[in-house]
Nanobody, 127 residues
Framework: QVELVESGGRLVQAGDSLRLSCAAS????????VGWFRQAPGKVREFVAT????????LYADSVRDRFTISRDNAKNAVYLQMNILRPEDTAEYYC????????????????????WGQGTQVTVSS
């Protein structure tokens, strides 16, 4: 079992950069695939990016590819989401999620594949 805590969200301006962190407690963190999802007000939660347990395999949503970068530091039990060229439409609550289950890579964009979730961190991008 793993517990996840997100941090780093805040109010920024369009075009700014921001790095979110997901700190994990528990054993064998390196064996977990960890993803980022986000939920804007009035919208369903959507996939952002994931990094597989056997990294550096990563997967991104089309809307963030080339702007966001997911990475992990297993020694620190942490996963990061570097967000560049932020847009107002990136405004959302950002959640990290983890799973030890193994799926076809493309299936990790579905939130039902993840077993553990953090409480979220708010990112607001002003225009």
């Amino acid at each position: 079992q793993v517990e996840l805590v997100e941090s780093g969200g805040r109010l920024v301006q369009a075009g700014d950069s921001l790095r979110l962190s997901c700190a994990a407690s528990g054993r064998d963190f390196s064996s977990y695939t960890v993803g980022w999802f986000r939920q804007a007000p009035g919208k369903v939660r959507e996939f952002v990016a994931t990094i597989l347990w056997g990294f550096p395999t990563t997967l991104y949503a089309d809307s963030v590819r080339d702007r966001f970068t997911i990475s992990r530091d297993n020694a620190k039990n942490a996963v990061y989401l570097q967000m560049n060229i932020l847009r107002p439409e990136d405004t959302a609550e950002y959640y990290c999620a983890a799973t030890r289950s193994v799926y076809y890579t493309g299936n990790y964009d579905s939130e039902d594949k993840y077993d553990y979730w953090g409480q979220g961190t708010q990112v607001t991008v002003s225009s």
